[in-house]
C-alpha cells in the first residue's frame, strides 16, 4: 500500500466519505478537514500545543451545563456567531435585493442571540415596564414595525431582555432569582410598540472559565457595549434576532463578541424630570429611545 505523506492526509480522508449519504454534511466536513490540515500544516503544531488545545477543549465542554455554554462562549469571543449570524443575513438579504433596488428599505440587521435568552418571558401590555425596582436609568422604548416596503405589521411579538443597570441579567442573580427585565409585548394596529425599561450599561461576558483564560492570553477584554436584546417575529416574516446598541457606551468598537452593527446603533435621548411621551409623570430624569424594525418575508 502506498505511502501517505503530510500533503496527501487531507484529501486521504475526504475520499474515504464517498459513501456519506447526505452530501451537505459530506460538503461541510470535506472543507472542514481540509481547512483543518491547512492550518495545522501552516503553524507547524507541536504535538504540545495540539494536546493543549485538546486540554482546552475539554475543560470547554467540563464547564457546559443547562446554565452554561462555554462552546457558544467559545464561538462567539472567535467572531464565529457573528459570522455565522452575517451569512445568513447576507442570504435573506439576496432575496430582497430587487425590491430594495425598487426602493424598499433593508430589513434590520440581525446579531448574536447570546446566552440570556429565557423562553417563555411574560406577556405584557404596550406601555408597560419592566425596569421597575431594577438599578438602572429609565428607559422608553417606542417605534413601529413594517415590511421592507413599509407595510405596518400588526400584533407582531417583540420578545426583549437585557442587564441591569448594573449590567448583571437575571439570570446571573443565582438559583431562586426569577425572571426580569425581559418581557414579550405585542405591536398595535399600526405596527406600533412601546415599553419602559432601563438605558444598558456594559458588561462583560462570563470569563471565569476557559474562554475567559483564552481571552487573556490573547489580550483581550471582555467587555460587551451596551444592549437590549430583541427577537422580533410574526407569522409570515422571517424571525429576526437583534440588538439596539447605547450610542454613547464604551466598548462599541471592541465588542468581545463582535456583534455591532451600525445600524443597531440608537442615540438615548436624556430628558429632565416631566411628562413622558406616553403621558407619564416622571419624578427623576429618563431616556427616550426609538427604533424602526423591518422584517423579511418567510422564505
Ligand atoms: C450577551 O449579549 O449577553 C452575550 C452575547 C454573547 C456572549 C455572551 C453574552
Ligand atoms: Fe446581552
Known sequence: MAQLEAGDLAQAVIDRM?????????????????????FVREVELTPQEWMTAIEFLTATGKMCDEKRQEFILLSDT???????????QIK????????????????????????FYWEGSPELGLGSDIGEGAPGEPAYYSGRVTDTAGTPIANCCLDVWSGDGDGIYDMQMGEKAGMRLRA?????????????????????????????????????????????????????YQRL???????????????AVFGVRNSLIVDYAWH???T???????????????????LMPAA
Open 78 to 88: 472567535l467572531g464565529i456567531s457573528m459570522l455565522v449570524v452575517a451569512v445568513e
Open 241 to 255: 434576532t437583534t440588538h439596539l446598541f447605547v450610542s454613547d457606551s464604551p466598548y462599541l468598537d471592541s465588542d
Open 276 to 294: 413622558a411621551p406616553d403621558g407619564r409623570t416622571m419624578e427623576k430624569a429618563y431616556y427616550t429611545a426609538a427604533y424602526d424594525f423591518k
Open 184 to 236: 414579550r409585548f405585542h405591536s398595535d394596529a399600526l405596527g406600533k410598540y412601546r415599553f419602559w425599561s432601563i438605558k444598558p450599561t456594559f458588561y462583560p461576558v462570563p470569563d471565569d472559565g476557559p474562554v475567559g483564560d483564552m481571552l487573556r492570553a490573547m489580550g483581550r477584554h471582555p467587555n460587551r457595549p451596551g444592549h437590549i436584546h430583541m427577537m422580533v417575529y410574526a407569522p409570515g
Open 18 to 38: 464517498a459513501d456519506a449519504p447526505n452530501p451537505r454534511f459530506k460538503q461541510v466536513m470535506a472543507a472542514l478537514v481540509q481547512h483543518a490540515h491547512a
Open 92 to 115: 435573506g438579504a439576496r432575496a430582497v435585493q430587487a425590491q430594495v433596488a425598487a426602493g424598499a428599505q433593508p430589513p434590520t440587521e440581525a446579531t448574536v442571540q447570546g446566552p
Open 272 to 274: 429632565p424630570a416631566g
